[in-house]
């Protein structure tokens, strides 16, 4: 999502020491989106996970001293020639191993089962059932014998490895569950993973804990203690600086440095003036005053709109946004000369991301901790090894406020890139306001925490309207609201009627000069989140 970017500069080490003697579960990679989702299930359960690819060696996976092994599904069939596989050598290892739909059948067709087509395939939500002429489950003990779960399969095991069992099946897949306690490895067709699986949690919990032996000592709370350490060690006696946005990941980061350093660290915060509606001052307010953060606040609203007239193409604003913040970034360093450490609320998708192939470029992100290379930093990434959700409660650990922890994820250049057309004081404050009422009309209802990100767009045409007798012609404002899991693709948000009656009106009645108000529901792809 960011191009917060070199991610194996610096902190690597840091992080390592985060991890310490934590049991760590290796998720084996055959398909990027299901793998994070496996580890970031792992985790809830309080177990460590980190994600390898399927390249790795069985050698390279004994050096990492897994405490036990996850194959995830992928979108391949293991029958085709070139199907992403895994050196055998990993099944010798002794080491607990649960492999899933793709992952199942990967074992099944190295230990010398055998791998079918299974009719139609299934998709979706499918019963399993458990057998019950075999040797009792293992795997599935505690759960239903009848249980819902989701599929989403063409190929199945037709026949388990010799000192397997198939413990349960479904109508497609006549071994839904193979085990073998012997080995330690146990395969399930089905997605534990996902939330239409409603056991699934407990599925990959008895995994881990009952059949792997893992105690459950992956806590934010011993994480805040590890990193306070590492972080002390990292730093020494020297200084950092912090390029704060209002954003969570940036924030926690900061909080979290700061609980380790205290005032050896110093937090930048650029005010572009393309922000949300009061958000700078939330900025300062929590971090100087309740934080007690040493805070440069930087008012920069006049030169960004200076360099920003007359700049309507997309790409153009980004790279005007994202270079004139860098020099103003620099300016502000003059404040803290001495610092060596830039802190960077990197997580761990980012780092995933860049270990993979890259896609090709949708727009140039520009991340305001994202600062580039030749700024001569070392940097301190204290949040790398985490997902958001793990961010999120670290912050609240931390003592952070709701408005900062649950805040929406907001693009690097701002309202910018919500206005279409050119940036001017004006239009910023006429989307500021349509945009708090979007936002507040959304928390009212109940639903800030379940939709990704609900927000106000600016197009530059106009339209007519009918406001008293009189003839309006004024600006129609866009809603956009998105569900989503990390954003790489997102549906648009089915908010009740109600609710976006009361936006469509109050934004009306309340922000001089719009008079229509339209809603986005276009999902991603093929849109994007953001209109810009
Ligand atoms: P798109 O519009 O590409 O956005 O679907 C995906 C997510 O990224 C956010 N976004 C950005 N975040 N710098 C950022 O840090 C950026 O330049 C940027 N542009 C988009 C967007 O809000 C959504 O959450």
């Given at each position: 999502m960011s191009d917060s970017g070199r991610p194996d500069a610096g902190s690597r080490a840091e992080a390592e020491a985060v991890v310490g003697d934590q049991p760590t579960v290796l998720v084996v990679d055959f398909g990027a989106q299901y793998a994070q989702l496996i580890a970031r299930r792992v985790r809830e359960a309080n177990v460590y996970s980190e994600i390898?690819?399927?390249?790795?060696?069985?050698?390279?996976?004994?050096?990492?001293?897994?405490?036990?092994?996850?194959?995830?599904?992928?979108?391949?069939?293991?029958?085709?020639?070139?199907?992403?596989?895994?050196?055998?050598?990993?099944?010798?290892?002794?080491?607990?191993?649960?492999?899933?739909?793709?992952?199942q059948q990967l074992i099944a067709q190295q230990l010398g089962g055998e791998v079918g087509g299974g009719g139609a395939g299934e998709y979706g939500r499918t019963v399993v059932h458990r057998s019950s002429d075999v040797v009792s489950s293992i795997l599935t003990a505690d759960l239903p014998a009848d249980q819902t779960v989701w599929m989403s399969h063409f190929d199945a095991v037709q026949r388990p490895p010799e000192g397997f069992v198939a413990t349960a099946a479904s109508e497609g897949a006549p071994c839904a569950v193979i085990e073998s306690p012997e080995r330690k490895i146990w395969g399930v067709q089905y997605h534990p993973e996902v939330a239409h699986t409603p056991h699934g949690q407990e599925l990959i919990t008895r995994f881990l804990h009952d059949l792997a032996g893992l105690p459950a000592t992956w806590t934010m709370e011993n994480f805040i203690d590890a990193?306070?350490?590492?972080?002390?060690?990292?730093?020494g006696d020297g200084r950092a600086i912090c390029g704060l946005s209002g954003g969570v990941d940036s924030a926690v980061a900061a909080a979290l440095v700061h609980k380790a350093i205290g005032p050896q660290l110093t937090c930048v915060f650029v005010d572009t003036g393309l922000m949300r509606k009061n958000e700078g001052d939330q900025v300062v307010e929590t971090f100087r005053r309740h934080q007690g953060m040493e805070l440069i606040h930087v008012r920069a609203a006049d030169r960004f709109f200076e360099r920003l007239a007359g700049v309507t193409e997309p790409e153009d604003k980004r790279k005007a946004i994202g270079e004139l913040f860098i020099r103003v970034f620099e300016d502000a360093r003059g404040g803290v000369e001495d610092a060596r450490f830039l802190v960077q609320g990197t997580l761990y998708p980012d780092v995933i991301e860049s270990g993979t192939a890259h896609a090709a470029t949708i727009k140039s992100h520009h991340n305001v901790g994202g600062l580039p290379e030749d700024l001569d930093f070392e940097l301190v990434e204290p949040l790398r090894l985490l997902f958001k959700d793990e961010v999120r409660a670290v912050g609240h650990e931390l003592g952070l406020p709701d408005e900062i922890v649950w805040r929406q994820p907001f693009p690097g250049p701002g309202l910018g890139v919500r206005i279409i057309g050119e940036v001017t004081p004006e239009m910023v404050a006429l989307l500021q306001e349509a945009d708090a009422i979007v936002r507040e009309e959304l928390r009212i209802a109940g639903l800030e925490r379940e939709i990704w990100q609900a927000f106000a767009v600016l197009p530059d045409i106009r339209t007519v309207g009918v406001m008293g007798d009189e003839r309006t012609y004024g600006h129609p404002v866009i809603i956009r609201a998105v569900t989503s899991e990390d954003a790489m693709t997102a549906d648009w948000a089915r908010i009740p009627y109600d609710v976006l009656e009361s936006m469509a009106s109050r934004i009306i009645n309340e922000v001089p000069g719009v008079n229509r108000v339209a809603y986005d529901i276009t999902s991603k792809p093929p849109g994007t989140i953001e209109w810009e």
């Open positions: 390898v690819p399927h390249s790795i060696t069985a050698a390279e996976l004994a050096q990492r001293d897994p405490a036990a092994i996850i194959f995830s599904g992928g979108p391949k069939s293991v029958r085709v020639p070139d199907a992403p596989s895994i050196d055998p050598g990993v099944y010798d290892l002794g080491v607990p191993i649960l492999g899933i739909c793709y992952g990193s306070v350490e590492a972080i002390r060690a990292q730093v």
